[in-house]
């Protein structure tokens, strides 16, 4: 049985503010937007703090319109995303399901594999971003979390009970746990004294989205590169894609230098034109890639998640994608 800690709460079931609460969530990007949610679906009094306030973002507007930045969502995150309310407030024309997927070796072997071979109806989702975060928004608020934000983290400090997290305005708040969800270069995390270990992959994630000639019939493909970068298709709704170019730093520069029509041209190449020519949509934007190792994950009153816990190559991530949606014998 979970008991909760603080007495003091509002209508809602949330903390009074400035008062004690059983977890406070540092951060609201995606991970923490989630897990505030389910943790006060648990019964527990949750607070979600951030720099920034916690709004409901600009989305694309109308079909010519794709965010950037897109996520591929496994059928257990795709679950964890529908219990506290999310995913169904997705909208459907949004969301591609990927239903097989082609990986191109650097020596020419290849390996492909199929939803339907699985008995799954997709192997995982691709997402844009801002419409996950849009979807989200509103379960923080449903569930009673209380939100503090806009708010710039100033001190936080520790007894045997709880977390102090003390804001620059002189508020504060009390929490059983503190759980850093404020990204790779988490202030909370530096702030408990876990120092982060980064050593940068030299390479670059390169990320645009372009429509297609031929239609992608729900594949992604990936192909490893003999220089050492890997770039992967993914499948947007219609005739589009969303590119991830994993490119040693010196070619991400190039790529980032050229303009619309010649980076469709270079990723369609680079592609082998399997889905015919290219036509950009979203100009290109660039996400250092490093590895980050922790000593612990979890320390005296606090845990650490999403960003602020790891950090990979996202090809090793892909590949975790995929195989979860493999049956366990």
Not at 121 to 133: F, G, P, Q, T, Y
Not at 186 to 213: D, H, L, M
Not at 264 to 269: E, L
Not at 299 to 313: M, T
Request: charged share 15%; aromatic share 6%.
């Amino acid at each position: 049985m979970i008991e909760c800690w603080s007495s003091r709460r509002d209508a809602r079931g949330s903390p009074a503010s400035g008062s004690e609460c059983d977890v406070l969530v540092a951060g609201a990007g995606l991970v923490g937007l989630a897990l505030a949610p389910a943790l006060a679906q648990l019964g527990l009094s949750v607070a979600l703090a951030d720099r920034m306030p916690v709004a409901m973002p600009a989305l694309p507007d109308g079909d010519a319109q794709w965010d950037p930045r897109v996520y591929a969502i496994s059928p257990g995150s795709a679950a964890f995303l529908r219990s506290v309310g999310a995913w169904q407030a997705l909208a459907p024309e949004r969301i591609t399901p990927i239903e097989s997927m082609r990986v191109a070796g650097d020596g020419g072997a290849t390996l492909s594999f199929s939803a339907y071979d699985l008995g799954e109806r997709a192997l995982a989702w691709i997402v844009e971003e801002s419409a996950l975060r849009a979807a989200l928004v509103p379960c923080v608020r449903l569930a009673g979390v209380e939100i503090l934000a806009p708010r710039t983290f100033a001190e936080l400090k520790w007894s045997a009970e709880a977390g102090v997290l003390r804001f620059d305005d002189a508020t504060s708040v009390t929490a059983r746990l503190v759980v850093a969800a404020d990204g790779v270069h988490s202030w909370v995390r530096g702030a408990a004294g876990i120092v982060a270990a980064i050593k940068p992959y030299g390479q670059t994630a390169v990320v645009a989205n372009f429509a297609c000639e031929r239609a992608h019939h729900g594949s992604a493909r990936q192909w490893f590169l003999a220089d050492g970068g890997i770039l992967a298709w993914l499948p947007l709704p219609g005739h589009r894609i969303s590119m991830v170019w994993s490119a040693p730093a010196a070619l991400a520069a190039e790529l980032l230098a050229l303009d619309a029509g010649a980076l469709a041209a270079r990723v369609a190449a680079a592609g082998r034109h399997v889905l015919g020519a290219l036509a950009t949509i979203t100009p290109a934007a660039a996400f250092p890639l490093a590895l980050m190792r922790l000593p612990v994950p979890v320390a005296h009153r606090i845990a650490l998640a999403g960003d602020a816990a790891h950090g990979i190559h996202p090809s090793p991530v892909r590949a975790s994608i995929w195989a979860s949606a493999m049956p366990r014998r």
